[in-house]
């Protein structure tokens, strides 16, 4: 990303708790500069069939169907209901038993979702079974011992659920941090064990948006990557 992309970054992140629709636009220009990242190394969307895996407020969704006229979006809670381009297919579901067909889908992106789920492995099973073959899933998360872990808990997530709760403001905005509201301490070296246990393969590691990759780094690594990005595939030892 160069200056003038992260400088939007930082705007629409400052923006995104004002309304759905400010929301929905923080995901959208992220899912923008992963796509221009993905080009770079040659992986290409068009008219696959995608899956947005805990779509939320259907940012990254918006932004898939520029490339795809068959994206499915999925999520507990789904926010939007229309899609401005009219090729979305919202979908009310749990991520760890959806309703798809064995290796239904092209392409998967699950960004920011695999540290609020209780089933990590769970998870990542269910997208290999929806995956297809050839597929790859696009999988990230900000760990939680990194500066911005503790979602907008941060930094008081490192003190504990109660400090945080309190220190952040957001007490009246849900009953527990990590537990019912669930935000669980996901690490890149655990997701890499769950990854590899689940029957996936890892293609690629990296940091979201920047040149120096602190996602290779042993233990430091925790700490400086605001957000890691796997590609992901089938395990080829792996029905």
């Known amino acids: 990303m160069n200056f003038a992309e992260w400088m939007k970054l930082y705007k629409v992140a400052q923006a995104r708790f004002r309304s759905n629709a400010d929301y929905a636009n923080f995901q959208a220009f992220q899912a923008e500069m992963i796509l221009k990242e993905l080009a770079k190394r040659g992986i290409y969307l068009e008219n696959k069939q995608i899956l947005d895996l805990g779509c939320g407020h259907g940012g990254y969704s918006f932004a898939l169907a520029q490339k795809s006229n068959r994206v499915i979006a999925l999520d507990r809670y789904i926010v939007q209901k229309n899609s401005p381009l009219g090729n979305i297919g919202w979908l009310r579901g749990d991520a760890l038993m959806t309703p798809f067909r064995d290796n239904q889908f092209e392409f998967i992106m699950c960004a920011s979702l695999i ?17 297809s073959p050839s597929g790859l899933c696009y999988l990230s998360f900000p760990p939680f011992y990194s500066p911005v872990g503790g979602h907008q808990f941060k930094p ?3 003190l504990g659920e109660k400090l945080a709760i309190r ?16 935000l669980y301490r996901r690490t890149i070296r655990g997701v890499k064990r769950h990854i590899r246990d689940s029957g ?9 948006y920047f040149p120096i990759n602190f996602a290779a780094l042993p233990f430091v690594g925790e700490f ?16």
């Open 200 to 208: 996936l393969k890892i293609q690629s590691t990296s940091t979201r």
């Open 156 to 158: 008081w997530h490192l």
């Open 167 to 182: 220190l952040s403001g957001h007490a009246d905005a849900y009953e527990s941090a990590f537990g019912q509201w669930g």
């Open 115 to 131: 540290e609020h789920v209780r089933e990590p492995i769970g998870l990542l099973k269910e997208i290999r079974r929806v995956l």
């Open 224 to 239: 400086l990557t605001w957000h890691v990005q796997f590609i992901l595939t089938k395990s080829v030892t792996q029905s």
